[in-house]
């Protein structure tokens, strides 16, 4: 795929602040009433003024820097005019020229190779409002409108044509939201927190804009589908022509919205009601104000806790899953805890397509790493234990209990080795005949009689002595 | 001249504004004469004067990040001239 060529638009809701971009409707919206968090200002009524919200400039600021930005020393708004539903006003405020952040860099991991992704711009805008199609985009006959998302304060983060596969583009948005959820600007867990644009085409060939993906999955999957359809088109000696395609999450393809020669003009003039922004004097004191972000934490845990770079940056990809091994590895062993969260605990959770937040607390990971270390459980048990909580929940210490867990005492071992040497007189002879096999099938046999408590060392250990001996 | 009817045409295209011939011709022929007007700034020498952005000449004008009271959702539909279960109902787009 080498010759595909991916630039990605993100927007992204600053959802942590409390009110909008423009006004002090309130962001909390998920689940409410259609059109109940609007004011004058979001409907666009005629004579409403917007007012910026400073802690909105002061995220974006951060963001930028997190990226790598250059800070604008002068930054202003625009109005982007086009008409849609969604827009109340027939025009979005947003940024032209002069966003407040520009020429970053975000590195991301691509197959054990670190690869920069030049950042062109961030910029602020408003988030539209959220159209209902009754039926598909295509067929239905009108739409419904809830502004309760108009105003709602977003970043649009726009890459240079960098990217180079859908992975690639889909572990960039992964990192972005990342280091976002680090800054605490934003919560990507909600609904339609996250938005993305991708521009796509194969070297030589024209550019295809997808726009509208929301969901992180959907990203790859988009691209996939439409490189493919790219691919296709070319091998047959079609030639792809610059549009604008939607992305259908349901059926997994891109449609046709609009082609060059409809091609948007939006007409951008000066935000008259909103005056610039002068605020580049801000940056020393907001870089002093951020916290440790993914790479530097990675660096600090492997120095820290001597623990391996993969399992570093397993630990430190989300803020949450490095809090959560933190507070495990001031009470444990750091590597065999970095262990059991990156390996285990993490797997775990990604095998059930659930979150860190969603896994239990981390002083029941201490509690089974304690009954690990103290030689209760075996680490088979010490799995069982995590898939209960995370499936049914409960304690730890019952789940032991209820499922017989702790690991069976030396003496009943002991008498499971002797009964099973005494059933399997086959199986010696084939062992004293060089087979190793039968070794492992007595060990197998040993386990069984014991329901998989005996500790496997242990089996090995009394096995050997017992068939040396005899 | 720069503007053409068929420039009016599109930019009223644009703007969702319907124009009949004779008002295509009118507005030609005024976009024309606007710009001969603002021709006339061509003239004058510009150099080292700053760009202006905004002409009101304040800079950083900010609200706090804080909630104030949402109208009531029969409010703010009270205008819309088609609604339906709380939403404002628009034409089918795209």
Same mark, same amino acid.
């Given at each position: 795929m080498s010759d595909v060529i991916i630039g990605l638009e993100v927007h992204c809701q600053l959802n942590k602040l409390n009110s909008k971009l423009f006004c &002090? %409707?309130?962001?909390?919206?998920? &689940?409410?009433?259609?059109?109940?968090?609007? %004011?004058p200002v979001c409907l666009g009524l005629p004579g409403a003024l917007p007012v910026i919200n400073k802690k909105a400039v002061e995220y974006a600021i951060m963001v930028g820097l997190a990226l790598n930005c250059k800070i604008a020393e002068h930054t202003q708004f625009y109005r982007k005019n086009y008409y849609y539903p969604d827009l109340p006003r027939g025009f979005q405020i947003t940024q032209y020229d002069y966003p407040i952040a520009f020429d970053g860099v975000l590195t991301v991991d691509t197959d054990g190779e670190e690869r920069p992704i030049r950042i062109r711009r961030v910029h602020m805008e408003e988030d539209p409002g959220r159209l209902v199609h009754q039926g598909s985009i295509e067929t239905s006959k009108f739409v419904l409108v809830d502004y309760n998302r108009s105003g709602m304060p977003l970043l649009e983060v726009v890459t240079e044509p960098d990217l180079r596969s859908p992975k690639e583009a889909r572990r960039f948005i992964n990192k972005l939201r990342n280091i976002l959820e680090y800054l605490d600007v934003f919560d990507g867990s909600l609904e339609g927190a996250l938005r993305v644009d991708a521009n796509v085409s194969l070297k030589g060939g024209a550019r295809v804009e997808i726009k509208n993906i929301s969901s992180y999955k959907g990203v790859e999957r988009a691209l996939l589908f439409e490189i493919s359809r790219q691919q296709n088109m070319r091998r047959r000696g079609i030639r792809v022509v610059q549009e604008t395609r939607h992305y259908d999450d349901e059926r997994n393809c891109t449609i046709t919205l609009r082609t060059k020669e409809q091609a948007e003009e939006y007409r951008y003039y000066p935000e008259p009601d909103l005056v610039p922004l002068a605020v580049k004097s801000w940056e020393s004191e907001l870089k002093g104000r951020l916290p440790e972000l993914p790479d530097a934490k990675r660096e600090r845990f492997k120095r820290q806790y001597g623990i391996s770079d993969s399992h570093a940056k397993v630990l430190t990809a989300e803020i949450r899953v490095a809090n959560y091994y933190e507070r495990v590895a001031e009470r444990c062993d750091p590597r065999m805890a970095a262990t059991w969260v990156a390996d285990y605990l993490k797997g775990e959770l990604n095998y059930r397509d659930r979150d860190i937040r969603d896994a239990f607390p981390p002083e029941k990971m201490v509690y089974i790493l304690e009954q690990l270390s103290n030689g209760t459980i075996t680490d088979k048990g010490a799995v069982e234990v995590i898939r209960a909580l995370l499936d049914e929940g409960g304690d730890p210490k019952d789940i032991i209990l209820a499922r017989n867990l702790a690991k069976v005492e030396t003496d009943i071992t002991r008498a499971a080795v002797a009964e099973v040497l005494k059933e399997n007189q086959a199986a010696i002879m084939d062992y004293k005949a060089g087979k190793a096999q039968a070794f492992n099938y007595l060990v197998g046999m040993v386990m069984k009689k014991t329901g998989g408590r005996a500790d496997p060392a242990e089996v090995n250990l009394l096995l050997r002595e017992s068939l040396e001996c005899t | 001249m720069a503007i053409s009817v068929k420039d009016v045409k599109h930019i009223a295209s644009l703007a969702c504004i319907d124009l009949d011939e004779a008002q295509e011709e009118r507005f030609a022929r005024q976009f024309n004469s606007i710009l001969e007007y603002f021709k006339?700034?061509?003239?004058?020498n510009t150099e080292g004067v700053e760009p202006t952005y905004h002409v009101i000449g304040l800079n950083n004008v900010f609200r706090e990040d804080v909630v104030e009271p949402s109208l009531p959702q029969e409010e703010a539909l009270r205008n819309a001239p088609k609604k339906e279960k709380g939403y404002f109902k628009g034409p089918r787009i795209v």
């Open positions: &002090g %409707c309130s962001t909390r919206q998920q &689940g409410l009433e259609p059109n109940v968090m609007t %004011c | 006339e700034l061509d003239g004058l």
